[in-house]
């Protein structure tokens, strides 16, 4: 999820084969709630500093990565491991 | 040789936003780039050290105004990929949060999604920059 509006993510992303929801918080509510807000990242104020966070199905996070790099993520392959990997 | 130095430092910083980006372990760290760039300059750096060799004062300020952007260049790019892009410490609340709060938002297709509507499926959530 990020901060954009649903609108701008569609005009940017439109149906380029994404099957998962792609979520607005313009609000900043559920990335404060994670922790991930990044102060003065963005060109005109605050945005969502990258991060992953992996849920069981009990909803508890049991991974999590929080890049100190905006260049460095996880890789894809690196998530769907790790993701087969919980019980 | 300078404006050769020049071109080589513009095309590695160009190159790694334009193609080397598509490739994570050449994004995380610039394999290809940091060399071409350092390359770069070197020769920019060569080409003056040779202009300054010749008796005759053809080139030398605009070899050196040369290698001055070659430097200028690669040491903005330098400081992107070793400051700039540096994020500041994750805070306490990411680094511990143990239950994954609930939440409800709007998706890009005006759906309301809530975590919750995965209770008993492995979720990946995945916070992003945005197109900022």
């Given at each position: 999820m990020s901060i954009d509006p649903p609108a701008t993510t569609r005009e940017k992303l439109g149906s380029a084969g994404i099957d998962f929801p792609l979520l607005a918080d313009p609000g900043f509510e559920v990335i404060d709630a994670y922790g991930v807000r990044h102060v003065g990242g963005g060109m005109e104020g605050d945005i969502a500093r990258p991060a992953t966070f992996l849920i069981d199905a009990e909803g508890r996070i049991v991974w999590r990565d929080l890049t100190e790099n905006y260049r460095v993520r996880p890789r894809p392959g690196e998530l769907v491991d790790r993701l087969a990997a919980i019980p | 040789m300078i404006w050769l130095g020049l071109l080589v430092v513009f095309a590695g910083v160009v190159s790694y936003f334009?193609?080397?980006?598509?490739?994570p372990p050449l994004r995380d760290f610039p394999w290809v780039n940091l060399p071409l760039v350092l390359f770069g300059v070197a020769l920019s750096g060569l080409g003056v050290a040779r202009a300054f060799g010749r008796s005759e004062y053809r080139g030398k300020v605009l070899g050196s105004i040369g290698l001055v952007l070659s430097l200028l260049l690669a040491t903005l790019f330098v400081l992107y990929i070793f400051w700039f892009s540096n994020l500041p410490p994750a805070g306490e609340t990411a680094v511990n949060l143990a239950q994954a709060p609930d939440f409800a938002l709007t998706s890009s297709d005006g759906e309301t999604v809530r975590l919750s509507d995965y209770r008993g499926r492995k979720v990946a959530l995945i916070f992003y920059r945005g197109f900022w």
């Open positions: - | 334009e193609v080397f980006t598509r490739f």
